[in-house]
């Protein structure tokens, strides 16, 4: 409850944002280097795939940002409507624009590998699908979030879609499963020993630090905008009118 109460003072997250940022700033930073260092120079090509098994270190770290960001931001649409704290509809409405872009990055990398891979662009097999569907809803969400007059209505309408689409997360992760796909199915499981060598394993491991140390740098920046813009907003409608 305690940490609930905190969510209700913008000047504590503000502070907490403040002593977040740059060590997350610093992490991006050193992440990216060391594993695009490693990605593109010490790690060797595979056997079938040749060289273009190097945008695995940029797709796949996309791919798994985007389940994970859009899983935060369900989560925080839903403490918004249990503890009516809209500090959580700001970090759900930050989590979309930042899920925006790791799902397209997923996409268009997808696309790029795809086409040496399977010969085409795009296939509408269930794991792209339920990818393509996953970007619309980030794009839905925000469309809805800032559709109509009145903030906070705008906010728990997306809000309801945030939470009834997160169905799409696990069929997302389990359509190579469920369905035939042309699709790989995945080479690193928590019950299982890594499908994949060390030497891509570590490169792809920093990768995927890197890519969830931006995510917390969006994060931190664009809430402490939204914060600013409507701590803004309300000093200018505190002014009298002339």
Request: hydrophobic share 55%; net charge positive.
């Amino acid at each position: 409850m305690k940490i609930l109460h905190t969510f209700t003072k913008p000047s504590a997250v503000l502070k907490a944002i403040d002593s977040i940022l740059p060590w997350s700033l610093v992490a991006t930073l050193i992440f990216a280097v060391t594993g695009l260092t490693f990605a593109l120079i010490f790690s060797p090509a595979d056997y079938v795939q040749g060289e273009t098994v190097r945008i695995m270190y940029v797709h796949v770290p996309a791919s798994w940002g985007a389940l994970a960001i859009y899983t935060a931001m369900a989560l925080s649409a839903a403490f918004a409507f249990i503890s009516r704290i809209f500090l959580f509809h700001l970090i759900t409405k930050s989590l979309a624009s930042i899920g925006t872009y790791f799902t397209a990055i997923s996409l268009i990398t997808g696309s790029i590998w795809g086409k040496p891979t399977w010969g085409t662009w795009w296939v509408w097999d269930a794991r792209l699908t339920s990818m393509l569907v996953l970007f619309f809803l980030y794009l839905g969400y925000q469309t809805l979030a800032s559709s109509a007059d009145d903030d906070e209505k705008s906010l728990n309408t997306a809000s309801i879609l945030a939470i009834i689409g997160w169905i799409n997360v696990p069929i997302i992760k389990w359509s190579v499963d469920w369905w035939y796909t042309l699709h790989q199915p995945p080479s690193i499981m928590l019950s299982a020993k890594p499908a994949i060598h060390s030497s891509m394993l570590w490169p792809l491991a920093f990768m995927s630090v890197c890519f969830a140390a931006s995510a917390i740098t969006l994060l931190c920046w664009k809430l402490r905008t939204e914060l600013y813009q409507r701590k803004l907003i309300s000093l200018q409608m505190r002014q009298p009118q002339s």
